[in-house]
């Protein structure tokens, strides 16, 4: 691969969080430090062509909650992973309790909600 087709080449980022007592899969361009003390910033989030016949209902999903969104910041607590990789993916919202998750994660709240705190 000569100096100009590396330099071109755009990176993408795969991305694993937890929000809402789920785990979010997202393929990105841009992963970085935010300057929002402890937040990681995402920018440029790949969504696949609208011309595929087969429709993922959770991309789907994802498109809509991101439609419009130039930039989303990800406390850094519930960031899984973050990893380049060689060519974007689907993206995926799965239930972090999924039998086959080997994921475990820390509480995002002191109180976890619909839990009576008196």
Same mark, same amino acid.
């Given at each position: 691969?000569?100096?100009?087709?590396?330099?071109?080449? *755009?990176?993408?980022?795969?991305? *694993?969080?937890?929000?809402?007592?789920?785990?979010?899969?997202?393929?990105?361009?841009?992963? %970085?430090?935010?300057?929002?003390?402890?937040?990681?910033?995402?920018?440029?989030?790949?969504? %696949?062509?609208?011309?595929?016949?087969?429709?993922?209902?959770?991309?789907?999903?994802?498109?809509?909650?991101?439609?419009?969104?130039?930039?989303?910041?990800?406390?850094?607590?519930?960031?899984?992973?973050?990893?380049?990789?060689?060519?974007?993916?689907? !993206?995926?919202?799965?239930?972090?309790?999924?039998?086959? &998750? !080997?994921?475990?994660?820390?509480? &995002?709240?002191?109180?976890?909600?619909?839990?009576?705190?008196?």
């Amino acid at each position: 691969m000569g100096v100009l087709q590396s330099v071109a080449k *755009k990176r993408v980022y795969r991305i *694993k969080f937890i929000s809402q007592g789920k785990i979010y899969e997202l393929f990105a361009r841009e992963v %970085g430090q935010s300057a929002m003390y402890g937040f990681v910033e995402l920018g440029e989030i790949i969504f %696949g062509e609208k011309s595929a016949v087969v429709v993922d209902p959770s991309e789907e999903h994802l498109k809509t909650e991101f439609a419009g969104v130039k930039r989303t910041y990800i406390p850094l607590h519930a960031v899984l992973r973050i990893d380049e990789v060689d060519k974007e993916g689907v !993206n995926k919202i799965t239930e972090a309790s999924d039998a086959d &998750s !080997n994921v475990t994660f820390f509480p &995002s709240s002191l109180y976890p909600p619909g839990k009576d705190t008196k």
